[in-house]
Structure formats: C-alpha cells, structure tokens
C-alpha cells in the first residue's frame, strides 16, 4: 500500500510505502508525479519515500519487485529528479539503488529512519548530506 504524506515542504513530493507495492500503487504513483509536474509546472520532481513493514527482501520478492520497477517505474521516474528512501533494511536499500542506476536522469540515495533530516537536505539542495 502506498499513501501521500506531509513533510512540510509542498516542493517534495512525500509518499509512505506500507508492507507492499503493486501495479495499482506504482499507477496511481504516477498519477500522482504527473499531476505534481503538470499542476505545479515542475520539470524535475523531488520525491521523498518512506518505507515502513516493508515486505521481507526474499529472492522472489526482489524479482517480483524488480519487474515491477522495470514495467512501470522506468517510465514515472523519468520526471524524477532526486529521490530519497527512507528504509531501516539495507536490502531494500541496495536494491532500491540498483533499480536507480537504471535511471541515469534520477540521483537516488537512501537513508535510515533515524536521518530523514538529512534526506530532506539532500533533496533540497542545501547540501550534499552523505547516507548513514
């Protein structure tokens, strides 16, 4: 399940990933994204993703995933910028920058809960805050 969420700041785009991700949420991610580039007239979207009971990093869910990626989310993370994940699980983190290497227009890093701040300051710009 995937859901909008509130980060205080209207030129990142937040999103929480809770347990599983499907071809309904990567559709309506799109939608989302698209809507955020067409509405705020914006060209390279920042997007924020939190990762929360994320379903366990099995070989079969990381190829199940890894479709998924390549099927819809090639193409949504075309108007993607920066994107930052938010996960505890350093599998979920190497495969999450394994699928952005595919995308050399989108500069992915991931993060630990515990330094979202940081996230945050490297999606804004205000400095380039290393992964922990």
């Known amino acids: ?32 994204i698209d809507k955020k580039a067409n509405d705020d007239k914006v060209q390279n979207i920042l997007l924020y993703i939190e990762f929360e009971d994320f379903a366990d990093m099995s070989i079969e869910n990381m190829i199940k995933y890894f479709k998924l990626f390549i099927s819809k989310g090639h193409n949504l993370m075309q108007r993607v910028s920066r994107a930052a994940a938010i996960t505890d699980d350093t599998m979920l983190a190497n495969k999450l920058a394994l699928e952005f290497s595919l995308l050399p227009s989108t500069k992915f890093k991931s993060y630990k809960p515990e330094h979202k701040e940081n996230a945050l300051q490297w999606l804004r710009g205000d400095e380039l805050v290393e992964p922990v």
């Open 1 to 32: 399940m995937i859901k909008r969420t509130s980060i205080g700041n209207e030129n990142i785009l937040s999103v929480k990933v809770i347990e599983d991700l499907n071809n309904d949420d990567m559709d309506w991610l799109t939608t989302l």
